[in-house]
């Protein structure tokens, strides 16, 4: 994790409508800037119910994104997913099944959900851990080597989409959790005290090795949290706070959530 911040860049847009639509652009055009590059494109989704707009938008043939996207060359991950059945209705992988993938040519084998289903939710952190590391190791092999020197310390994610709590959460990475200081695994399995609830998360090592984070933050009541989090300071008790990624940092924000911020 870098010793300096990561400026952030900040888009403020007039309203969620307005802020799904700038999200969708930019997203699209991380994507294609990206693919100009390299073969395989790697997003990790966020959960919540901020995002589902922007997912909407992007599967919709209406709308400019969807053929503007290389469906066949991206590969889909979770940053956090509840501890239900993929058709729960609190389900993180049914909201953007439904907003975006049914919708859309991706390949099934890109489609990395976590696997609730397992008996405990070590089993399902270990499970999605053993996922993210398989497709990972062959990501990072270099076309000349066939065989993999080091097992991968973090994966590198092209794009980490992050929603925010009021709390300061980002992913399921919640304040004064240890999940939050977690530095050798992948993916953890906190108890959640406010849900009574085990959750699963990406940790903030594999969140700040991606090569670029966006948030995307909707609504006053986050208003708060978005200017203590981007204030000089930084709010360090904060976990949003920490997210310092080794590539660009982008917050996508509505002008309610950014009602705090200096003008
Ligand atoms: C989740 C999320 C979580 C979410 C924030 C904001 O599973 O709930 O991943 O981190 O992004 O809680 O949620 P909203 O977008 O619903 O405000």
Known sequence: MSAT?????????????????TAAEWVTSQMEAVLQKQPMFRLSLAGGSTPRATYRLLGNP?????????????????????LVAATHADSNYRMANEALLSRVPVQPAHVHRVMTELATPDAVAAAYEAELRAVFAVASLS???????SPLLWPA???????LGADGHIASLFPGTTAVDETQRW????????????RISLTLPVINNASAVAFLVSGSDKAETVARVLSPSGARDLPAARVQPQGELVWLLDCAAAGGLEP
């Open 187 to 198: 993916v953890v399995a906190p108890f959640v005290e406010k849900f009574g609830t085990h």
């Open 157 to 163: 994610f092209d794009l980490v989409l992050l929603g």
């Open 5 to 21: 911040r990561t400026p952030a860049i900040i888009q403020v847009a007039a309203d969620q409508e307005a802020l799904a639509r």
């Open 62 to 82: 209406a709308e400019p994104w969807r053929q503007r996207i290389a469906w066949e060359r991206l590969e889909f991950f979770w940053g956090d997913e509840r």
């Open 143 to 149: 076309p000349s080597s066939s065989s993999l020197q």
